[in-house]
């Protein structure tokens, strides 16, 4: 079983910059898709960026071009930077990775963490 704990979230400006972190209990190169989603208040949780298959990124339109997702296997972490956040970007950030196999899917969820985008 593995555990995905979530951090670097908290208060910024407009304009700002956060850096989320996602470490994991375990090695991370087993999963075939990592990527971080956010929910924000009476909204229903949304994808932000995704790597697939270890090396194909994908993200969100709303975030091209501010936000990157990155990892490093050797510390067994995911990362997102965020810059030029906005109001809007206020949510609650979670971690996901997932095993993939003909036979079934593992999912492991970070609890979150909080980012709030405010003057």
């Known amino acids: 079983q593995v555990t995905l704990v979530d951090s670097g979230g908290g208060l910024v400006q407009p304009g700002g910059s956060l850096r989320l972190s996602c470490a994991a209990s375990?090695?991370?190169?087993?999963?075939?898709?990592m990527g971080w989603y956010r929910q924000a208040p009476e909204k229903e949780r949304e994808l932000v960026a995704s790597?697939?298959?270890?090396?194909?990124?994908n993200y969100a339109d709303s975030v091209k071009g501010r936000f990157t997702i990155s990892r490093d296997n050797a510390k067994n972490t995911l990362y997102l930077q965020m810059n030029s956040l906005k109001p809007e970007d206020t949510a609650v950030y979670y971690c996901?990775?997932?095993?993939?196999?003909?036979?079934?899917?593992?999912?492991?969820w970070g609890k979150g963490t909080l980012v709030t985008v405010s003057s």
């Open positions: 996901n990775a997932k095993t993939i196999t003909i036979i079934n899917t593992m999912d492991y």
């Open positions: 375990g090695s991370i190169l087993g999963f075939n898709y």
């Open positions: 790597f697939t298959g270890g090396s194909s990124r």
